[in-house]
């Protein structure tokens, strides 16, 4: 039996950054290509690849980008915001989002 979860899917572009702010307990996933992000508060930088998740920890800004690699050059990137766990049976809502980014879908 298949689960699914909600979820919020953004593409940001190779030369772009996504700030996002109180998501802490939510899930960020790497869909397509390489990404970077770091958390305010006592965050730390963390590197995803394609399939990866990170848990945000805490309320403060977030920041993502594509991933630069050793070739110095990034490509646009995927990546997806799941809920917290639970949350769904709550009646779960969008976080305060404040994409800098044109291209935001809901997945």
């Known amino acids: 039996m298949a689960v699914r979860t909600p979820s919020i899917e953004f593409a940001i572009g190779a ?3 996504m700030s996002l702010e109180g998501i802490a307990g939510w899930t960020l996933s790497a869909v397509s290509d390489r990404i970077w992000l770091t958390e305010e508060n006592g965050g730390h930088d963390v590197w995803l690849l394609p ?13 993502v980008e594509p991933w630069h690699g050793k070739g110095g ?14 949350s769904c049976w709550r009646g779960w ?8 980014s044109a291209a935001v879908a809901c997945a």
């Open 15 to 17: 030369s772009e950054a």
């Open 73 to 86: 050059g990034a490509c646009a990137a995927k990546f997806r915001l799941l809920p917290p766990l639970g």
């Open 51 to 63: 399939g990866q998740r990170h848990l945000i920890a805490s309320n403060g800004r977030v920041v």
């Open 93 to 100: 809502r969008l976080p305060g989002l404040r994409p800098r």
